[in-house]
C-alpha cells in the first residue's frame, strides 16, 4: 500500500508540472536488484525538485532481512542550465526498514523501525539527446533510526527499549547514475 502512495505522489507531481520533467530510473542500483525511481521538475531558474523512492524487497541476505524503503524529496540547484553541469541539493526524507544491520551479520539479530536522513546530493547531469539524459550523483549526510531489535528465529524482541533504540551517523547513502526520459 505504501508504494502505491508513493507512485501517486509521483504521478500527480508529474502532471502538474510543465518544462523539463524528467522520470529517472537509477542503472546501479536496479542492477543490484535495489530500485531507486525518480522524477525531477523545474521550479525555478536553475533550480529543480526532484522526489525519488529507494527500495529493497530482499527478504534475506546472509540469513537476515535486507528489507527497506526511503524517500527523499530535494531541491537542487544547477550551475548552468537545469539539465547540463554540475548541481548541489539539499533533502530532507524518510523511510521504514526491517534490516540486519551490517555490524549485526553474524548474530541471530535484525532491526525494524523507522529513519529520516537530512542531508546534500553533489551530481552531474548531461543530455545525451532530446529525450535522454544521464545523472551521476552522490549524497549523503546524517542518518537517524528509531527501531526495536528482534531474534531472527523467535521474532521477540532482544533488547529491552520502552520506546526505541536510537542510533545515527554521518554517511554515504545515495549514489548512482540515473538514466533520465524527458516527459515532454
Not at 11 to 28: C, E, P
Not at 64 to 92: A, C, D, K, M, W
Request: hydrophobic share 35%.
Amino acid at each position: 500500500m505504501f508504494q502505491k502512495k508513493i507512485l501517486f505522489f509521483l504521478l500527480l507531481v508529474s502532471g502538474i508540472t510543465q518544462g523539463q520533467t524528467y522520470i529517472k530510473a537509477n542503472a546501479v542500483t536496479t542492477l543490484a536488484l535495489i530500485p531507486n525511481f525518480g522524477i525531477e521538475t523545474p521550479i525555478a531558474e536553475k533550480f529543480t525538485f526532484q522526489a525519488d523512492v529507494t527500495a529493497s524487497f530482499w527478504k534475506s541476505i546472509k540469513n537476515g532481512p535486507f528489507q527497506f524503503v526511503l524517500v527523499i524529496p530535494e531541491v537542487r540547484y544547477h550551475f548552468n542550465s537545469n539539465t547540463n553541469g554540475f548541481y548541489v541539493g539539499g533533502h530532507i526524507g524518510g523511510g521504514t526498514f526491517k534490516l540486519q544491520k551490517w555490524d549485526y551479520t553474524n548474530t541471530l539479530y535484525y532491526q525494524k523501525g523507522i529513519n529520516y536522513v537530512v542531508g546534500g546530493t553533489i551530481g552531474y547531469q548531461k543530455e545525451i539527446s532530446k529525450k535522454l539524459a544521464l545523472d551521476i550523483f552522490i549524497g549523503g549526510g546524517s542518518q537517524q533510526a528509531f527501531y526495536h531489535g528482534y531474534y531472527l528465529d523467535t521474532n521477540q524482541r532482544y533488547e529491552g527499549a520502552q520506546k526505541y533504540n536510537k542510533s545515527g551517523e554521518w554517511l554515504p547513502y545515495r549514489g548512482g547514475i540515473m538514466l533520465c526520459y524527458k516527459l515532454d
